[in-house]
């Protein structure tokens, strides 16, 4: 167990519609890192925000958005869903900035229908 | 763009026998090379390379870096069954970004 909690583990929805992943970092950790997991392209980082604000993106579609909250939880939001955004999302935690290793967690599987 | 690219993609080996996993990257603004080892679930995370030349060891699994060559490797001697997982490298950046690579899966048999 790494300590970071995802929700839901598993979710189920229609395209067009929009769905919210949570995630709670390690106690300590201040960076929480947002990753897409899908077969055909591996793991692919979406964004990382410190201590409440964002501070590198990668492959994140606009239709998808993250904010980390005072209390160092983050939400992922993704909206318009389509069929290729079927995959396993991960969060993960780190300590610092840069240069930490990351700590994932459990992941949700989103399928889109 | 930033790379990591991962060989051998998949490798079956017999228990007892010693595997070495390549890691080379492309990368402006290295920070860091890492690696993971991803069973059905999460990846879990195994080492952490900052500088050349210094191996990093935990039990039968060994790792070091190469920032001059940009490459690293990921040696597991007496490999167990339990090693068997998909084997993941990733680069962080100053800025926070990484990338990771596509993975070796390696299987080990009995």
């Known amino acids: 167990d790494s300590g970071v909690t995802q929700t839901p583990k598993h979710l189920i929805t229609a395209t067009g519609q929009r769905v919210t992943l949570r995630c709670s970092p390690r106690?300590?950790?201040?960076?929480v890192y947002w990753y897409q997991q899908s077969l055909d392209q591996g793991l692919q980082f979406l964004i990382q925000?410190?201590?409440?604000?964002?501070?590198a993106k990668g492959n994140i579609l606009e239709r998808f958005s993250a904010q980390q909250f005072p209390d160092l939880h983050s939400e992922l939001n993704l909206s318009s869903l389509e069929l290729g955004d079927s995959a396993l999302y991960f969060c993960a935690s780190s300590l610092g900035l840069v240069s930490y290793e990351q700590y994932f967690g459990p992941g949700t599987r989103l399928t889109v229908t | 763009e930033d790379k990591v690219v991962q060989s051998p993609l998949s490798l079956v080996v017999h228990e007892g026998d010693t595997v070495t996993l390549n890691c080379s990257y492309e990368v402006t603004n290295f920070r860091s090379l890492l690696w993971y080892k991803q069973e059905k679930k999460a990846p879990t995370f195994l080492f952490m390379l900052?500088?050349?030349?210094i191996e990093k060891k935990s039990g039968r699994l060994s790792s070091i870096l190469d920032k001059k060559e940009l490459f690293s490797i990921l040696n597991i001697t007496a490999t167990q069954t339990g090693d068997s997982a998909v084997y993941l490298c990733a680069e962080s950046t100053n800025a926070g970004k990484s990338t990771f690579g596509d993975g070796t899966t390696l299987t080990v048999k009995p």
């Open positions: 900052t500088s050349s030349g």
């Open positions: 106690s300590g950790d201040l960076s």
């Open positions: 925000y410190y201590n409440g604000e964002e501070r």
